[in-house]
């Protein structure tokens, strides 16, 4: 079975560009989840989707962070325009259930996104 | 607000010995307790997991260890092999809740 995908793995770009990542989580996940890893930090969550539905994005920044999850399978996120702080592995996970259930997490190999 | 903290950045331990990773939490309300490992480039992948309910479990080489009265958990691995160099993650939830992580431990076992 293949795990949660994700592109491009490597990402250089200077501030004030745009930039976006790509995530196929594990065929059958209804709930999918971003989060971004800081240099000597853990995972943090921005955004988390149960099927197309953003249920928690409370940490998301919003003035310039954005996430879709078109029919509920892949999902895009969004960085206009990049600063120098966002620099980070942002990194993808899914889960077959979410909320009441401790479901396992799976996490793809991350994106790390280096901002000039 | 770290809810989840793991004071020890890193860990060197000899091939064959006892690896004891600790992991402390501030949040009363996380019931639900997870150990993931990450090698370099990869992402975190799911090591061993514990409900508020026990105080201990174990698999293989690897158990953990609940207080919940002191919020502290620790992870257990014995023998330590080479192949358990990476950067160990706690995390933890409560029911409902996102999952929370510390900020990892470097475990590095010389052979």
């Known amino acids: 079975e293949a795990g949660v995908v994700q592109s491009p793995r490597y990402k250089i770009i200077e501030k004030k560009q745009p930039v976006a990542f790509w995530c196929n989580p594990i065929s059958g996940h209804n709930t999918l989840y971003w989060y971004r890893q800081n240099l000597g930090q853990g995972p943090e969550l921005l955004i988390r989707y149960e099927n197309e539905e953003a249920v928690d994005d409370s940490q998301l920044p919003k003035d310039r962070f954005s996430a879709e999850r078109l029919k509920g399978v892949d999902s895009t996120l969004k960085i206009q325009p990049a600063e120098l702080g966002d620099s980070a592995v942002y990194l993808c996970a899914s889960s077959d259930l979410a909320g009441g259930s401790y479901n396992e997490q799976f996490f793809g190999p991350g994106t790390r996104l280096t901002v000039l | 607000d770290q809810q989840v903290k793991q004071n020890s950045p890193s860990l060197s331990v000899q091939e064959g010995r006892i690896s004891i990773l600790n992991c402390d939490y501030t949040n009363s309300m996380f019931d639900y307790f997870l150990w993931y490992k990450k090698y370099p480039a990869e992402g975190p992948t799911f090591l061993i997991s514990?409900?508020?309910?026990?105080d201990k479990n174990e698999d293989g080489r690897f158990t953990v260890f609940l207080n919940k009265s002191a919020k502290h958990l620790s992870l257990h691995i014995v023998p330590s092999q080479p192949g358990d160099s990476a950067v160990y993650f706690c995390?933890?939830?409560?029911?409902?809740?996102?999952?929370?992580f510390g900020a990892g431990t470097r475990l590095t076992v010389k052979p």
């Open positions: 514990i409900s508020s309910i026990k």
């Open positions: 995390a933890a939830r409560a029911l409902g809740g996102d999952m929370r």
